[in-house]
């Protein structure tokens, strides 16, 4: 699977959730290999996270033109700064429910050297989202990676803030064993799942 990841930072949250269930969604469902469109936001820091999730790269990059056009359509409307991202999903994991609205995530952006990219996956798999995913709470877990780069992303799902916040020192302790292991960790955001779309099976 391959996701295309869009920020959006400085926009109206609300109208951005409008414009991509009336616009984007109809457009995008309707491209081969779409399999869903995920949005989290918080409007009091005006961002939205939006990843798109294709069976292909090259289904990915056939809906780049017809994306493009609507995302410049929507940031004349409700204003923003995009950054888009393209990364292989090597995870995505739901555990019960799923992510629903209302739900609290987490996003992290990490990077490794190039060169490890395939040994940090398999340890990831391995090592890493066994804790994650028995973690009391959480509903939902995605791993993205830019081989090429090294750079990746680590999204999870929680069912509520308490599950959040009581999952902290156990998430200190893997982030620290990930370190050891020369992942090098950015920018977290700390977000609200509000809307899901999947494809018709």
């Keep these: 699977m391959y996701a295309r990841l869009v920020t959006i930072r ?3 949250v609300r109208a951005v959730v409008k414009f991509i269930a009336e616009r984007i969604i109809p457009i995008a469902s309707g491209h081969h290999g779409f399999e869903h469109v995920g949005v989290s936001g918080d409007p009091a820091q005006r961002i939205v996270s939006i990843v798109s999730v294709w069976d292909s790269m090259a289904h990915l990059e056939a809906s780049d033109e ?3 056009k609507l995302r410049e359509e929507g940031l004349g409307t409700y ?3 995009a950054s888009v991202g393209v990364f292989e999903q090597t995870i995505w994991e739901r555990i019960g429910s799923g992510p629903v609205p209302g739900c609290p995530l987490r996003i992290v952006a990490y990077s490794v050297d ?3 990219v395939d040994a940090n996956v398999k340890w990831f798999e391995s090592d890493v989202l066994p804790g994650i995913t028995a973690t009391p709470g959480v509903t939902a877990v995605r791993h993205l990676i830019n081989r090429e780069t090294g750079e990746g992303r680590v999204a999870t799902v929680y069912s509520d803030e308490a599950a959040l916040k009581a999952a902290e020192e156990a998430r200190a ?3 620290a064993a990930s370190r050891a292991r020369g992942v090098t960790f ?5 977000l609200q799942i509000l ?5 018709a099976s």
């Design 186 to 190: 950015g920018e977290e955001l700390r």
């Design 114 to 116: 190039p060169a490890g």
């Design 173 to 175: 302790e893997r982030m």
């Design 195 to 199: 809307s899901f779309h999947a494809a």
């Design 79 to 81: 204003g923003g700064e």
């Design 66 to 68: 017809a994306i493009a």
């Design 10 to 12: 400085g926009t109206d």
